[in-house]
């Protein structure tokens, strides 16, 4: 309880209120900045829908499994992307789990007291660093890399699955996915790290005591309550993944397909807005480019609702559990 | 029997162990090779006319980049006039009367607002100023790069003008003074360091960020001459000039980089070392 509430009580004298006049006045302009977050969240949405309605009225639900995308004879399909934009963020997910669990797992567990903080700062680091840094190394520096020698290692060990196959650009979706898990794990590990830390230590205590090895304790003490919040870490890393923007772009390719290999071009939601909007003369154009962008805004609002609530009912559960 | 079962767990533990390492190598690995690649080569490409001058065509030799380091200047000015406002405010909101539903709700919509992807906020800034102005601006720029900037400095706020320890309030208003004023000046002035942190931290945030500017202050090649007027700055110079074919604008986006990862870098070490002294007092 503040140590002012008697003030605010509901009995006051006219002299009390005269005196708090300042203090209501004060109270209501940071209540008005705080709504004026709130009132930009519906604002982003207003905005965006009212501006798509010509494309959704035009292509309904058809824009989703639409598969072309022709702006001279105003065809309009969003398909092409979604498939860029969510196989490029589950080759970032498939890469960065298992990496930021051990990071995760090593910085809350393992590691000597005195580098556990310099680490997590260098882990930190990798999420200071411009996206578009990230893609000028991945373009030059990358994607080189990755046509000549990890793409002709895959296809030599993996050549006959599908996946495999192909001309190799070394730019094309698994470029983009790569680029993508390596922007995702500071996220990723720095939420499940938190996460493990928030395990309460009677749990590994109890487990010591029977005479569980670390890995033990860390599989059955803290995994396993950390589970939701962990779940909750990787959606924060797949909404980041999802909306990611210029390193993408310029690794991936940008060209709308829909193809197994990842050795091939393609083309992400947020990709085609950013280089596609400034060509958007035609009212409809524009209107389907924003339609992409009201989805993309959609979907990554979904997922950091949906992981912020995993992530603070756990945390608060083990606040419980401390007291 | 037994004796067996212990090494296998034990050899597992270990195996373990050197997995979760391994990770953190592999994870810093990218960091380090951008911090060398951005090093070695935009060294060379930085002189005294690259910071004062302004771009030439690809043909030409030389030129510089000095509008953007002027235009990333001015956008990050424009960014925190919209951003540090309403984040201190509505922070000291949640801090001081936050203790209820509403503070809840503001507080998850601004958890939720920063992981929404900067492209939205260039999409919402582009469709709701630059299309009603009809036209580019370094004033759009700045309000897309300050809407960003407000959850970070929103929840710092927060957290440092909540680290006040009731005591020093509970003195100020025991010498009559109302909780309006204690708050402006006997709270916030304990808790300015860890408030100018957050604004730190969220500028090097902004700075870097590519894709809302690209919808709203679109880049120029002339030196900042109006708000109103298409501005230029370090990320969208780099972004041009990477994906440019040629070789001496190339050279010149790893300089650009150089500048823009050293600018980012410095402020979050300096954040860094700011927010270890608080903690330990």
């Known amino acids: 309880m503040p140590p002012s509430s008697f003030l605010f009580g509901k009995k006051r004298s006219k002299r009390i209120r005269k005196f708090l006049a300042g203090d209501s006045i004060f109270k209501n302009l940071t209540l008005i900045f705080a709504l004026s977050v709130l009132a930009l969240a519906l604002l982003i949405f207003y905005e965006l829908y009212s501006r798509s309605q010509l494309s959704i009225n035009e292509f309904g639900l058809g824009f989703l499994t639409e598969i072309k995308w022709d702006p001279v004879h105003q065809i309009f399909g969003a398909l092409p992307f979604i498939f860029g934009t969510v196989t490029s963020s589950i080759i970032a997910l498939i890469i960065a789990v298992p990496i930021s669990l051990g990071i995760a797992i090593y910085l809350s ?215 | 029997m037994i004796a067996k079962r212990i090494t296998r767990r034990k050899i597992v533990d270990k195996l373990i162990a050197s997995l979760a390492l391994l990770s953190v190598i592999i994870a810093i690995i990218p960091l380090v090779g951008v911090i060398v690649f951005v090093t070695s080569k935009g060294l060379s490409a930085i002189n005294l006319e690259f910071f004062i001058s302004l771009p030439k065509p690809p043909d030409e030799i030389g030129g510089g980049i000095g509008n953007a380091i002027q235009g990333t200047l001015i956008l990050i000015g424009l960014a925190s006039m919209v951003g540090i406002p309403i984040g201190v405010l509505s922070g000291i909101y949640l801090a001081e009367f936050g203790d209820n539903k509403f503070g809840s709700l503001v507080r998850f919509i601004a958890d939720v607002l920063s992981g929404v992807p900067s492209i939205i906020m260039g999409i919402f800034v582009y469709v709701a100023v630059v299309l009603t102005t009809r036209s580019f601006s370094a004033l759009s720029g700045g309000i897309a790069l300050g809407i960003m900037m407000i959850p970070v400095i929103m929840r710092t706020t927060e957290e440092s003008v909540k680290l006040v320890p009731n005591s020093i309030r509970e003195a100020s208003m025991a010498l009559g003074i109302r909780r309006w004023k204690t708050i402006v000046f006997v709270v916030l002035s304990t808790a300015k360091s860890g408030i100018i942190t957050g604004i730190m931290l969220s500028i090097a945030r902004i700075a870097g960020e590519t894709a809302p500017l690209l919808f709203t202050a679109f880049g120029s090649d002339l030196w900042a001459t109006g708000l109103n007027q298409p501005i230029s700055a370090l990320p969208l110079v780099i972004y041009k000039y990477a994906i440019s074919p040629y070789a001496n604008w190339q050279a010149q986006a790893w300089g650009a980089a150089f500048i823009l990862v050293s600018i980012v870098l410095i402020l979050n070490i300096v954040v860094r070392f700011m927010a270890r002294g608080r903690y330990r007092r």
Do not use: C
Request: proline share 5%.
């Open chain 1, 109 to 323: 567990e393992l590691s000597p007291r005195r580098l556990r903080s310099p680490l997590s700062f260098m882990v930190e680091l990798l999420a200071a660093v411009p996206s578009v840094v990230y893609g000028l190394w991945g373009l030059y520096v990358m994607v080189p890399w990755i046509r000549d020698s990890l793409e002709p290692f895959l296809e030599s060990i993996l050549g006959f699955l599908p996946f495999f196959q192909g001309p190799k650009f070394g730019i094309g979706m698994l470029a983009g996915g790569i680029i993508l898990a390596i922007m995702i794990i500071p996220t990723i590990s720095a939420v499940s790290r938190e996460v493990m830390l928030a395990v309460p230590d009677t749990q590994r205590e109890a487990a010591f005591a029977l005479g569980a090895t670390r890995w033990e304790v860390i599989k059955i003490a803290v995994l396993k309550y950390a589970k939701t919040g962990i779940f909750g870490a990787i959606l924060l890393g797949l909404g980041r993944a999802l909306g990611e923007t210029m390193a993408v772009i310029m690794v991936i390719g940008n060209r709308p397909q829909i193809s197994l290999s990842l050795f091939e071009p393609a083309y992400t939601m947020s990709g085609v807005i950013a280089s596609e909007y400034i060509e958007a003369t035609q009212e409809l154009y524009l209107s389907a480019l924003i339609e992409i962008g009201l989805l993309l805004f959609i979907i990554t609002l979904m997922m950091n609702i949906f992981a912020r609530l995993l992530v603070w009912r756990m945390m608060r559960m083990f606040r419980g559990a401390k007291e």
